[in-house]
């Protein structure tokens, strides 16, 4: 047997308890075939010297949006604005592009006072201006795309609009009124979406990613277009993919009555149709919004005000999405980032056990607030939370004033988790927030933000738990624990090359480890250092 590839003189952290350490591994068709010893007498067509390198599972991200990441970064980006002044000045100098004037990174904690749709009409009276919020769930509007939403949309008291004085919508729009807006903007054509999908997979690839879940294609508030698993078929991806499908396109079907299944999408696919590098994941579920934007349900509100956020939808509608999404054999991710949207989560995961039993390891999607006693039925329910640490690297100072103290030592909680049995799978939600996995990793080791304060410190886990989150728990949160997640014989060759082992290196600079090379089956699809040459 001649192996394709072999490595030598590394690090290699398996992450597989019943072989946690190696310095060479073999792999032959796209899989590892063994290590040292077992592959010391076998040839390779190609051997990398791996000069002492550290040597990890390739990354799983449970949670990105690869479309939305690289559409991201070629968006003019005015996050760097600290007052609505300098917003409108940039805007000034943007060319519209198919008549939107649109940009993204749009944070109303940074600025002197919140943009409205009085201040985009200075920019423009004659074409729609778009402004995104950093996490997606909102966004400011001119007056001319307020006068294309359909009155429904902007009716006095709808969750999301924000008004003024006088009742007049100020053109901040959230959750499901910023949904309206965006079916003006899509679809974004296939060429498009594949682009953007190829700008994503690269940043993936640069941080150690090689595997990332997409979260949520054809609907909801992410989706591009309802051809969008066509971007993702147009060109051999460079990365493993897994496609979250919206709950938006469940509809009716006419099976059989034994089946059990009311509504599914076309030809019955679901979790698990697929192959290796692309694949179908977990039916997404919206039932809030999110911290940023003050759209998160929590059970009391936000401090300093009355308001303790909202439901996404109808709970009506999101019930129905949740149970016929379970008794059709979907694998679910439900997005739940307050305390309350969380209760309905577990309500009615509870309920979809009790009409219809079957063993499935559903998604929490976020599992941002967590009362003490919701630990017990997520462990329960044999649920995975799928958190996302850096938003707490980002924005946990923001976060823990408008939570309070007692409420902040239960945002993205860790230890605690771990505690109750709970695995976890780590993410990043990008382009939300930064996507690096290592960076994520440190901050579930010292729960340290970007300001310095430690945010809910109780919660700190190991760097071997961390590891775990993004390896392990991350394929387990996917269904695809037999092929990723350690290194192990028969499982794919994808590989994190690292400049240290995380393990070993100061806590406080695990985030500036180098990522020397990244390998998805065999091939090294990021190496700037040709280190795989």
């Known amino acids: 047997m001649i192996l394709d590839m072999k490595l030598v003189r590394g690090r290699l952290v398996t992450m597989d308890p019943t072989r946690p350490e190696a310095t060479s591994v073999g792999v032959w068709r796209g899989r590892i075939v063994g290590f040292d010893e077992e592959i010391a007498d076998l040839d390779a067509e190609r051997v990398v010297d791996l000069d002492g390198a550290v040597v990890l599972p390739g990354f799983v991200d449970a949670h990105v949006h690869l479309a939305w990441a690289g559409r991201a970064s070629v968006t003019a980006d005015i996050s760097a604005c600290r007052s609505v002044a300098a917003i409108i000045a940039q805007l000034r100098e943007i060319e519209p592009a198919g008549g939107w004037l649109e940009v993204a990174g749009y944070d109303h904690r940074a600025l002197d006072r919140p943009l409205t749709a009085r201040d985009l009409d200075a920019v423009a009276q004659d074409r729609r201006v778009y402004v995104q919020d950093l996490s997606g769930h909102a966004c400011v509007v001119n007056t001319f795309v307020l006068k294309e939403l359909p009155p429904s949309a902007l009716a006095p008291g709808t969750p999301g ?33 594949a682009d953007h999908v190829a700008l994503g997979a690269r940043q993936c690839l640069a941080q150690g990613v090689t595997t990332a879940s997409e979260a949520g294609v054809a609907g909801g508030i992410v989706g591009s277009s309802p051809l969008e698993v066509a971007a993702y078929q147009r060109d051999r991806l460079p990365l493993r993919v897994q496609l979250m499908v919206s709950a938006d396109v469940l509809h009716t079907v006419a099976a059989h009555r034994d089946d059990r299944v ?32 003050r759209t998160a349900a929590l059970t009391e509100p936000y401090e300093g005000t009355n308001n303790s956020g909202h439901l996404q939808d109808d709970p009506e509608y999101m019930t129905a999405a949740i149970l016929d999404g379970h008794a059709a054999g979907w694998q679910l991710a439900v997005h739940a980032i307050g305390d309350r949207a969380l209760d309905f989560t577990l309500d009615t995961l509870e309920e979809a056990h009790r009409r219809f039993p079957r063993h499935v390891r559903h998604r929490i999607e976020h599992c941002g607030m967590t009362r003490p006693e919701q630990l017990k039925r997520i462990a329960d329910l044999d649920a995975i939370p799928v958190i996302q640490p850096a938003f707490l690297y980002d924005n946990g100072d ?37 996507g690096a996995p290592l960076k994520a990793i440190q901050f579930m080791v010292d729960r340290t933000s970007k300001g310095g304060n430690r945010i809910g410190p109780d919660e700190a886990i190991t760097v071997d738990q961390a590891l775990t989150a993004y390896t392990r728990g991350a394929a387990a ?48 699809v990021h190496d700037p250092s040709g280190l795989g040459a």
């Open 161 to 193: 609009v924000e008004f003024d004085r006088d009742g007049n919508p100020t053109g901040g729009l959230a959750e499901g009124a910023q949904t309206a807006v965006r079916r003006l903007r899509l679809p974004y054509s296939v060429d498009e979406i």
């Open 262 to 293: 009311t509504r599914a999408i076309d030809l019955g696919l679901r979790t698990g149709f697929g192959g290796d590098r692309l694949s179908i994941g977990a039916l997404k579920v919206f039932t809030d919004g999110g911290m940023m934007a």
């Open 398 to 434: 923001d976060y823990s004033t408008i939570m309070g103290a007692r409420r902040s030592a239960w945002m993205y909680r860790g230890k605690a988790f771990l505690d109750h049995g709970i695995t976890i799978a780590g993410s990043s939600d990008r382009p939300v927030s930064d």
């Open 477 to 524: 949160a996917c269904r695809r624990e037999d092929d990723l997640g350690t290194l192990s014989v028969g499982k794919l060759a994808d590989f994190a090359v690292l400049g240290d082992d995380p393990r070993t290196h100061d806590v406080a600079k695990i985030s500036r480890i180098p990522v020397v090379a990244t390998f998805v089956g065999g091939e090294a």
